[in-house]
């Protein structure tokens, strides 16, 4: 069975700082492609962030230069600096990882985790 599971989030002034994690852990054989998604209330999930498993990142234009997103593949970790927040940047956030769970097959199946709540407000 595999678990992601978040950490990191609380209340934050607007122009502050947060810094989220995530963990998976459980059998499976490796992860792939990892990412931060968002849900503010009354709207759609949206991606934030995405990290492959070479480095390389996706930000939406609208959030680049203010989150960055990185990863310890020894730790099975991914992490989003978030810089600048402003309000709208309130949401629940979901870590979402692509994990093989056995080398017989060179299928990846998403998983997430249960989010974690960040609140920016004064």
């Known amino acids: 069975q595999v678990h992601v599971v978040e950490s990191g989030g609380g209340l934050v002034q607007p122009g502050g700082s947060l810094r989220l994690s995530c963990a998976a852990s459980?059998?499976?054989?490796?992860?792939?492609?990892m990412g931060w998604h968002r849900q503010a209330p009354g709207k759609e999930r949206e991606l934030v962030a995405f990290?492959?498993?070479?480095?390389?990142?996706k930000y939406p234009e609208s959030l680049k230069g203010r989150f960055t997103i990185s990863r310890d593949n020894a730790k099975n970790a991914l992490y989003l600096q978030m810089n600048s927040l402003n309000p709208e940047d309130t949401a629940v956030y979901y870590c979402?990882?692509?994990?093989?769970?056995?080398?017989?097959?060179?299928?990846?199946?998403?998983?997430w985790g249960r989010g974690t709540q960040v609140t920016v407000s004064s």
């Open positions: 990290i492959g498993t070479d480095g390389t990142t």
């Open positions: 459980g059998r499976f054989f490796t992860i792939g492609g």
């Open positions: 979402n990882a692509w994990i093989r769970i056995t080398d017989d097959t060179s299928n990846y199946s998403p998983f």
